[in-house]
């Protein structure tokens, strides 16, 4: 059955960076574009970087471009997320989900990345 | 960008009751259909229910139901379960950024 695990969420101070990963299982992975979502604690769901299958075409919101960077190794059947110059506001649980045509049909249970001094 | 207001921010109702959920959009998408239904239970991902407005992903009881074109769209459950008691959001994919409703907390 589909599988993600996300992985590397931990405690971070302002300005720090922090890699997180999402292993994938069940599918082949790199047929499919791929997106991180992220939930801050108590709030709403936000869309915030997406890869397509191939890696070539990538966006991001703009509340975290410049600073997040998302990659995929199909090989590994492997997505990630680096967070470089992190902000109380990029607290929140992180979800790595499978987009099937826009809509998430799989979501990680996710990984949590607080930011704190 | 695409703002997706839900309402109403919390629905209080018992087992057995309908439960009816809007999500209005602040502009049409390109595919007026691009719409999805997630539900999140605490501590838990969000699982989707509902795709292009109205069909119910794998596994999804046929109590769920979506409807709605353009900029309003509509969840209902017809007849709820204990285990429906949950936070429902929509998200629209047809137009870039994806984006989401700020949720609806369905209580017991």
């Known amino acids: 059955q589909v599988q993600l695990v996300e992985s590397g969420g931990d405690l971070v101070k302002p300005g720090g960076s922090l890699r997180v990963s999402c292993a994938a299982s069940?599918?082949?992975?790199?047929?499919?574009?791929m997106s991180w979502i992220r939930q801050a604690p108590g709030k709403g769901l936000e869309w915030i970087s997406y890869i397509s299958n191939g890696g070539d075409f990538i966006y991001y919101v703009d509340s975290v471009k410049g600073r997040f960077t998302i990659s995929r190794d199909n090989a590994r059947n492997s997505l990630y997320l680096q967070l470089n110059s992190l902000r109380a506001e990029d607290t929140a649980v992180y979800y790595c989900a499978r987009e099937n045509y826009g809509k998430f049909d799989y979501w990680g249970h996710g990984t949590l990345v607080t930011v704190s001094s | 960008e695409i703002v997706l207001t839900q309402s109403p921010g919390t629905l209080s109702l018992s087992p057995g009751e309908r439960a009816t959920l809007s999500c209005r959009a602040s502009?049409?998408?390109?595919?007026?259909?691009?719409l999805a239904w997630y539900q999140q239970k605490p501590g838990q991902a969000p699982r989707l229910l509902i795709y292009?407005?109205?069909n119910r992903a794998t596994g999804v009881p046929d109590r769920f139901s979506g409807s709605g074109s353009g900029t309003d769209f509509t969840l209902t459950v017809s007849r709820l379960e204990p285990e429906d008691f949950a936070v429902y959001y929509c998200q629209q994919y047809g137009s870039s950024p994806y984006t989401f409703g700020q949720g609806t907390k369905l209580e017991i």
């Open positions: 069940g599918f082949t992975f790199r047929d499919y574009q």
């Open positions: 292009g407005a109205s």
């Open positions: 502009q049409s998408f390109s595919s007026s259909l691009a």
